[in-house]
């Protein structure tokens, strides 16, 4: 099962069973999810094989020994049998060498070699009421024979059938880029015993924490983390990063990435089904079997298109000799021209290849689109939001001021900040226990911890209070005064992140934190911004500090102290104004924001199942850069899709006034139907290169 006029058949069969509730098909991956009642599978598998084909139930022991066999290869001879029979036929039709019955036999051997399959599919077809190609060249071809028309048959067949090989090869190329992830991953590692001695076994039977060798040059089979060695990793399937990585002790190491240098021992975290790379080739596979907007359509149309055509065939073969006085060979014949070229199957291939092509070109580049949907609409992005904190910045803040604002020349305000600090996983808080624990390795103990989204934290230390916020909660708290609001904004003019200390009365000491910004990101938002894309900022930090880094890599505007809330009311308000919005975030104040925007952007999301699971396209490493590769991408797809949509109805409008007009012959037809098919196939293949 790889064509949709195959889909439709399937689908058309399989709906009216009872039991079955819904279908999903993954046209490249020939998978087909069916969801139904447990007495319906009989039935399903019955009703399959009627339209005969051999369903393999997934997990199954027939489908455990067809994965390790190796497909077998249709024998060439026949085909190249036929094509000499074909040719001879026209020749000798051609030059009169030899009696009529002898071309009609050679036509007829021809037909045979080469035409029973496209026979046999399209009398399943004709039996369940579905006019496919294969029933409507059943019918052009056993029409031509019932005018005459021997040799001209059996070359329709014989092109008929070359075109559906080379169109069958074609699409595996498309098949071959997703299997290409698969390959990635070694089939053996070699993972220590019990006994200390080191053994060869398969991926799939290594448990989770168990400890893993791999040597320079080999793949890594499993995610994990490096317990001992230092080396550096071709991380470029996994993240499309074109440097290598350095790895040393602590460090994430993940499935199918390439060791270069020295020898690394690891720790398996994920086991072979559940690996970072396992869940982008699921996730690819998944986006496979959605539709985007225009495949919708193109589906749509084809459900339309066909029984017109055919009708208005029929209306050619029958009312210009009975209502015109036309003769009936030639109306009949013209009619049978036009049932060759009328199907849509150029219209309705072009869209799940170029597609799958694009989802595979962006996999490569270590950006996980996990819909057509989302890879049709990204070229529409208008306005593109922005968290800062590792998104537009590293993540990884330093401490850098220290202000005690009760007791001059106090550290235990350092460490108390840093206790509480320690146990918030936001950057600016990670910044403040590092520092802390520098100083003081030993932390306090705290009671009572208490996230408070977008503010801060707060916790007892020794029996009192505190809390550790910014400005928003120091105002809530009704702590700031005139003179602490002269420090937090000569603070944040230079671009640092202040937080505040508070007991039960008062603030008793600040901290200011810096960020740098990554060398990617100005570059980023400045091919954005030659794309036509508009940026904004939106941050939980202050205004001054989120004004400051927006301008500092060219963001059009910047708004800062914004609770989760306020993120997603700026992306509705962007909306509001009529912009496609895309949100770039890598927490979890931003999940209400990338929730509600057309296109959430995940950062960072190599490691993480959260990331991969939920976002709608997933940034395997923290380069912003990737997001104007997607849009340009999403455009170069999308006009892909329009291409082929003009190519394949603008040809079959040109060769109806051929046909109409007398001047098309039926094997002309083959090539101008089979022909664009291929083309339309070749130029969705063309977006694997990029």
Not at 326 to 338: F, G, H, Q, T
Not at 429 to 454: N, Y
């Amino acid at each position: 099962m790889d064509c949709p006029t195959e889909e439709k058949l399937i689908r058309d069969k399989l709906s009216s069973l009872p039991g079955v509730t819904d279908l999903g098909f993954n046209l490249i991956q020939r998978v087909l999810t069916v969801r139904h009642s447990e007495s319906a599978l009989p039935a399903v598998l019955a009703a399959i094989r009627d339209l005969g084909f051999t369903p393999v139930v997934e997990g199954s022991a027939t489908a455990n020994e067809e994965a390790q066999t190796a497909p077998r290869k249709k024998a060439w001879w026949p085909l190249a049998l036929s094509g000499v029979a074909a040719v001879s036929a026209e020749l000798l039709h051609f030059t009169q060498l030899a009696p009529e019955w002898v071309v009609a036999g050679i036509a007829l051997f021809a037909i045979l070699l080469c035409g029973l399959t496209t026979y046999k599919k399209g009398w399943v077809a004709l039996k369940n009421g579905n006019l496919n190609i294969n029933a409507l060249m059943s019918i052009a071809v056993t029409g031509a024979v019932m005018i005459g028309q021997w040799p001209e048959a059996a070359m329709v067949m014989f092109l008929f059938t070359v075109a559906e090989l080379i169109e069958a090869k074609s699409l595996d190329r498309a098949r071959n880029a997703i299997r290409g992830l698969m390959d990635l991953t070694p089939e053996r590692a070699t993972v220590k015993q019990p006994d200390g001695t080191w053994l060869e076994v398969d991926i799939k039977n290594v448990a989770i924490g168990a400890q893993l060798r791999v040597r320079p040059g080999e793949r890594i089979g499993l995610d994990g983390e490096v317990t001992a060695g230092h080396s550096t990793i071709n991380q470029a399937p996994i993240t499309g990063e074109s440097l290598p990585v350095e790895k040393t002790t602590g460090d994430p190491v993940f499935a199918g990435t390439i060791n270069q240098g020295g020898s690394l021992e690891y720790r398996a975290t994920a086991a072979a089904a559940n690996t970072t790379l396992a869940r982008i080739i699921h996730a690819v596979e998944e986006a496979q079997g959605s539709r985007a907007p225009t495949q919708r359509f193109v589906d749509q149309f084809a459900k339309v298109y066909t029984p017109i055509v055919f009708l208005f065939a029929l209306a050619i073969a029958i009312v210009p000799p009975l209502f015109m006085a036309e003769p009936w060979y030639d109306w009949i014949y013209r009619a049978l021209v036009l049932l060759v070229v009328a199907c849509p199957c150029a219209l309705v291939i072009s869209t799940p290849v170029t597609i799958v092509s694009g989802l595979a070109a962006a996999a490569r580049k270590g950006i996980l689109i996990k819909g057509g949907v989302y890879l049709e609409i990204g070229g529409k992005l208008g306005f593109l939001a922005l968290d800062k904190t590792g998104t537009i910045t590293h993540g990884k803040p330093v401490q850098t001021d220290y202000m005690p604002l009760v007791e001059q020349g106090s550290d235990r305000y350092l460490t108390h900040a840093a206790s509480l600090a320690s146990r918030s996983d936001h950057p600016v808080s990670l910044a403040i226990a590092r520092h802390g624990s520098d100083k003081e390795p030993t932390l306090a103990d705290v009671e009572g911890f208490e996230a408070l989204p977008g503010r801060g934290v707060r916790g007892t230390i020794d029996g009192t209070h505190y809390h550790l916020g910014n400005h928003r909660l120091v105002e809530e708290l009704g702590f700031c005064s005139l003179e602490l609001e002269t420090i937090l904004e000569r603070l944040e003019c230079q671009g640092k992140t202040v937080v505040v200390l508070c007991d039960a009365q008062r603030a008793v000491a600040l901290f200011a934190v810096a960020d740098t910004v990554k060398d990617s990101s100005q570059e980023a938002i400045k091919e954005l911004h030659a794309l036509g894309v508009k940026t904004t900022m939106l941050s939980g930090d202050n205004a001054y500090t989120a004004e400051a880094i927006a301008k500092q890599v060219g963001i059009d505007e910047a708004r800062g102290n914004l609770l989760p809330g306020d993120k997603l009311q700026a992306v509705e308000a962007l909306q509001a104004r009529g912009y496609v919005v895309g949100m770039v975030g890598d927490g979890i104040n931003d999940a209400p924001a990338l929730a509600t925007s057309e296109i959430g952007f995940a950062m960072a999301a190599a490691g993480s199942d959260t990331a991969i699971d939920t976002a709608d396209v997933a940034l395997m490493d923290d380069d912003l850069r990737k997001i104007p590769s997607f849009i340009r991408l999403s455009r170069q797809t999308a006009a892909i899709l329009k291409q082929n949509i003009i190519l394949a109805l603008g040809i079959k409008a040109l060769f109806l006034v051929i046909t109409l007009s007398g001047q098309a012959t039926m094997w002309m037809a083959v090539f101008a139907d089979m022909g664009v098919s291929l083309l339309v196939v070749f130029n969705g293949l063309r977006l694997l290169k990029k």
